[in-house]
């Protein structure tokens, strides 16, 4: 496919994929956007927070506010020589675009950007505002991202009404899936402490490894929750477990586990961490311990939004989505709590994260058409 024949969504999709924004750099993918965004008659505004970028553009100043969320930096490629194709020289073949952030989220950017320049030029005149929040370090520690531009936002009370996030939410084909909300996320870093000595001297130390895994045992068996109809039972999983010093003659001194719930709205954060900390004293540890809020959980019902994606999923690719709340975390769980209604839709997710990654270059111009149909549903009753 020859440049001049490329559609606009390809065209952007690919000219995205070929900066190397490995998070938490852009490499020039916002400014290309801003400049787009500003032809289109939006209100470009650049927030650099330490070491992520971060854009915030905006046409209308009237409500509602629809806001395209998503963001630019993607994860490192990993094992070069397991490419097929360069990660960062998008190419097509076999009507799929590769490259590295051609699922995540790159294709899904250049469909909502294209999806609002054809929206404005159709309707210049529409109701409520048109924004993108968009940044770059949604695969990185999520600390000087959308968060911060949110806390920006919020003091200078300028409000979104919808936000649709465009991470791949669809799973088989496209819309067939659309996340409404997502599942809390908690983080706790452990450490047991113990005496470390000689292991044929056992009663000179004290193994921290022995005296915690009873109580990890139990809180791996534990039941937290029943779920609800929106969401899952809460999970509880051990990520990362460290103890000893590599020798085998050695009772180490002390033992550290990192584990993670992904919790319903059944619970909170803060039952969570009671019930843990209630087993670690039941069973007479001394420990360490902290705690890392990733994100609460949200959930958008029925309502103008939902409504709006299903019936523009519908009328362009002719599927009845699911909505879903499963999955890991977004940035949408930075917006939902300002009052948002907040909706995933983006291509099919089995290559994300993956070597050769790619998004089939006739969904992107379905998702185009989605994006642009929303709008539609949204900004011109």
Partial sequence: MSQQQESAVLSLAKDLISRPSVTPLDE????????????????????VFDDTTNMWA???????????AGHTDVVPVGDLNRWHTPPFEPVVIDDYLHGRGAADMKGSLAAMLVAAERFVKKNPNHQGSIAFLITSDEEGPFINGTTRVI????????????????????????????????????????????????????????NPIHKAAPALDELAR??????NEFFPPTSFQIANINGGTGASNVIPGALEVMFNFRYSTEVTAEILIERVLNILDAHGLDYDISWVYNGLP????????????????????????????????????????????????GPVNATIHKVNECVKVSDLELL???YEAILENLLCK
């Avoid at 993918?29 to 927030?47: D, K, T």
Wanted: net charge negative; hydrophobic share 30%.
């Fill in 368 to 370: 185009t058409d989605c």
């Fill in 298 to 345: 949200f959930l958008t019902g029925d309502g103008p939004l939902l409504e709006a994606t299903k019936a523009a999923i519908k009328k362009v690719t002719g599927t009845d989505t699911d909505p879903q709340t499963s999955g890991g975390t977004s940035d949408g769980r930075f917006i939902a709590p300002t009052g948002a209604q907040v909706i995933e839709l």
């Fill in 222 to 227: 534990m039941k937290w929750d029943d779920g």
């Fill in 28 to 47: 020039g993918c916002q400014p290309l956007m801003a400049e787009r965004l500003s032809q289109a008659g939006f209100e470009v505004e650049s927030m």
């Fill in 58 to 68: 905006r046409r209308g100043t009237q409500s509602p506010v629809f806001c395209f």
């Fill in 151 to 206: 806390d920006t936002l919020e003091a200078r009370n300028e409000k979104i009404t919808w936000s649709l996030v465009g991470e791949p939410s669809s799973t088989h084909k496209l819309g067939d899936i659309v996340k409404n909300g997502r599942r809390g996320s908690l983080t706790g870093n452990l450490t047991v402490k113990g005496i470390q000595g000689h292991v044929a001297y056992p009663h000179l130390a004290d």
